[in-house]
């Protein structure tokens, strides 16, 4: 072979390996705006709140008197109110960006978290119930629209992939999380303003945020 001959590469080999480059470029690019890592963090907040509160909320309602059938019942509804949380999510998100929409989200969890310690009666546990579980049903939408409008489609399944896995990550630690809280704070009411504290931050951080 001559030494100035030059390898050709196969016309379609070329056509299938452009997709994946510009895919590749896609996501470096992606990952490295703040937007990417902001979506990732409200995401991940609002997913290690959840599981961590639902998986202590009965051992609380029991040290705090709320019968066995009652505590139960009232995890059962957190779930059940996902459901109208994801019909309330719609026109807030028609009115606000999507880090604004976000941001009440994470405000609505906030203000259940805070809210629990206080309960007394079946009509306070009520109030905890609607709101947890409606932020709850919320926040699985924030995922979904805030990957489809700040990034482009060819992207869209690894970025959603990898939020997914920073999501589960976040969601296993958080009842072991919780667990250590109570034991560092003495109390479930001081784990749960935590919480709440953490969910606002993030609730406020996100309504000074811009989606570069």
Not at 112 to 119: G, Q
Request: charged share 10%; proline share 5%; glycine share 12%.
């Amino acid at each position: 072979m001559d030494g100035d001959e030059r390898e050709v590469v196969p016309p379609t080999v070329a056509a299938a390996t452009a997709p994946e480059a510009r895919s590749t470029a896609a996501i470096r690019a992606a990952l490295g705006r703040s937007a990417f890592w902001i979506l990732t963090a409200a995401v991940v907040l609002s997913g290690l709140a959840a599981v961590a509160t639902v998986v202590h909320l009965i051992p609380f309602l029991l040290g705090h008197g709320i019968p066995l059938s009652t505590a139960a019942a009232a995890a059962g509804g957190v779930g059940v109110m996902q459901l109208p949380g994801r019909l309330f999510y719609t026109p807030i998100r028609r009115r606000l960006s999507i880090f604004g929409s976000t941001a009440t989200v994470l405000l609505v969890q906030a203000f259940a978290l805070a809210w629990l310690p206080m309960v007394r009666g079946r009509i306070g546990l009520a109030v905890f119930v609607i709101a947890f579980g409606m932020g709850n049903g919320a926040a699985t939408l924030v995922r979904a629209t805030g990957i489809g409008e700040l990034f482009e489609p060819e992207v869209y399944g690894r970025i959603g992939g990898l939020i997914a896995l920073f999501t589960a990550v976040a969601r296993a630690s958080g009842p072991i999380a919780a667990a250590l809280a109570y034991q560092k704070l003495g109390s479930y009411g001081a784990v749960f303003w935590s919480l709440a504290a953490l969910l606002a931050i993030g609730a406020g951080t996100l309504r000074f945020a811009r989606s570069s």
